[in-house]
């Protein structure tokens, strides 16, 4: 164990102790906290070397605390920059409850990130599990809390399964520290799917869009950033270049894009979009070549930045309007200027478009693909890529802020107040920020590599897939039915068969058991006052009887006894 003093607390403890004050205090006092825990975690974040560790010893394990390497500072700083944000602008409207579970909430994320072995992980797991419900649950709805209910059962199912594979491997011998899981065992199969849970892969990929939409519009901006991230961090600790990640990967990006392009909630098309992008970081992970595991942790870096902008903007309209629907929204960019223009920012770098964070990190992972060969995960993350453009890219800000048919009917709409119009800024340039300055970015990157996003091919390339798929969108703009419907998922065995299982099945046989416990209870209480009629104080076996009538009656029993035993 560390002597040295900086290692006490790592950022990710000093994010969750933060969360205490911020709990009690209120006013300038809470804000402070607020907006400085995350600095100084930060700060503290890259004041450590390459090979900082803290290793405390609990009975015969040693729980790494604290072990940096180069893909969990990336993700941490992320984690962190997005803390830093939403909570500028989750100040004028988050409660106390929600900022304080946010930060428990993000402080476990970033441990995760920092851990050096898988047991100190699963407790930071859960914990991360845990805030994230009552961040749900602050929204203070009914909607919420049974969203939130539903989150924990999948989530906890997914911690059950992570611990018993956990378990698996340290009875086996394996080993628990970082690293890449080598042993076939049905263990190792376990920790994956664990992990698969939180990634939000199938067959749970609805959870993403169940939960989140239904917290606060502060809520979700945080939502948005930990779980699923984390869950990338930890497939390319532990299972890099597992080929079976690749059809998974595909099958989110493949299902992200289809519920979200019939989805016309625009907090809920951000929601699939978060799977559908997760789903190249996980393909990228089992590609698992040096170009992809750079092409994931960058992206999810790039994802993280440009997510937290597109829902603080969702958020602005939201808290403004009071409406999320597509159908009763548009008009807003003369209302909500800077709003509007952070959005459309951030909606560049969701598309790729060059100078902004998705240009230089997407086309890794797609580039990586093609290096290997794999020519049918080239083309769904190339058509995914697209669909991406027509949706999240162009869809989702026209719909909010550009349509024009019900803006007379929208009351309110404006920008936040001056620290919810920073965080959206700084959010915008921290977008382009790493588009323009690419190969500084990369330099962050878990292995150096020698990349040139900004060739000629690529940036033609680009606006190949660009031009026709934002065309595409204008021209289809009237088929496009914005009117809500509710879209069928896996969520629906949940909601129907299983309550309908609670209800008719599990009541009854409760209903069933009270009335056996009744008529035990009734059966006893029957049998003891027989009992003590006939042998209480005044009970007739319990008198005073002559010896004449005891002789008489020993006769008969005996006599009875002859008779029986001779037939």
């Known amino acids: 164990m560390s002597t040295d003093p900086l290692y006490l607390f790592t950022p990710g403890l000093v994010i969750i102790l933060a969360a205490l004050p911020i709990a009690i205090l209120r006013g300038w006092w809470q804000r402070t906290f607020i907006v400085i825990a995350p600095i100084m975690a930060f700060l503290q974040l890259w004041t450590y070397s390459g090979d900082a560790s803290w290793t405390v010893a609990v009975s015969t394990f040693d729980l790494q605390l604290l072990h940096i390497t180069c893909a969990g500072r990336l ?76 989150y924990l059962l999948v989530h906890l199912m997914g911690g059950v399964i992570l611990l018993t594979g956990i378990a698996g491997l340290a009875a086996n011998g394996s080993t628990l520290d970082l690293g890449i899981i080598g042993s076939n065992s049905l263990a190792r199969w376990l920790v994956l799917a664990g992990f698969l849970v939180n990634a939000g892969a199938p067959p749970v990929s609805y959870w993403i869009a169940d939960a989140y939409p239904a917290a606060s519009p502060t809520g979700m901006v945080f939502l948005a950033t930990f779980t699923t991230k984390t869950a990338v961090y930890v497939l390319l600790s532990y299972f890099a270049g597992a080929t079976v990640l690749i059809p998974i990967g595909l099958y989110m990006a493949i299902y992200g894009v289809i519920y979200a392009l019939r989805e016309t909630n625009v907090r809920r098309i951000l929601a699939y979009s978060i799977v559908n992008q997760v789903g190249f970081m996980v393909a990228a992970v089992g590609i698992g070549t040096v170009t992809a595991i750079n092409g994931a942790s960058a992206h999810a870096f790039a994802h993280i930045m440009y997510k937290t902008v597109l829902l603080m903007g969702a958020g602005s309209v939201m808290l403004s309007t009071g409406k999320d629907q597509a159908c009763n929204l548009g008009g807003l960019a003369q209302r909500m200027p800077w709003t509007t223009t952070c959005v459309v920012i951030g909606s560049a770098a969701s598309m790729g478009v060059p100078l902004t964070s998705s240009f230089i990190t997407k086309s890794l992972i797609i580039g990586a693909a093609a290096q290997q060969h794999l020519m049918w995960t080239w083309l769904i993350l190339t058509a995914c890529s697209a669909a991406v453009v027509f949706n ?60 040139h996003p900004y060739s000629l091919s690529h940036v033609v390339a680009q606006l190949q897939l660009l031009v026709p798929a934002t065309l595409l969108f204008f021209v289809t703009l009237p088929l496009i039915s914005n009117k809500p419907r509710v879209q069928l998922d896996l969520d629906w065995i949940l909601r129907r068969p299983l309550l309908i299982a609670w209800n008719d099945i599990v009541l009854q046989l409760f209903a069933l058991g009270l009335r056996w416990r009744n008529f035990f209870v009734s059966s006893m209480v029957r049998g003891f006052k027989f009992l003590f009629r006939h042998h209480g104080p005044r009970g007739i076996l319990s008198r005073s009887w002559p010896t004449g009538s005891i002789a008489l009656w020993v006769a008969i029993i005996l006599a009875s006894y002859v008779i029986l035993y001779s037939l």
């Open 75 to 150: 993700f941490a700083s992320a984690f962190i920059i997005a803390l830093w944000l939403g909570g500028l602008f989750a100040l004028e409207s988050a409660s106390k409850i929600e900022l304080a579970s946010v930060f428990i909430y993000a402080g476990s994320a970033i441990s995760v990130t920092l851990c050096g072995d898988l047991i100190t992980l699963f407790l930071f797991w859960e914990l991360m599990a845990l805030a994230s419900t009552m961040v749900i649950w602050a929204e203070g709805s009914e909607a919420a809390r049974r969203a939130g209910f539903r």
């Open 392 to 451: 999240a890219g162009v869809r989702f800000p026209w719909l909010t802020f550009f349509q024009s048919q019900t803006s007379a009917h929208i009351e309110g709409g404006h920008d936040p107040s001056w620290p919810g119009r920073a965080a959206l800024m700084l959010g915008a340039g921290i977008c382009i920020g790493v588009g323009v300055f690419a190969q500084q970015f990369y330099n962050l990157l878990p292995t150096s590599g020698d990349y």
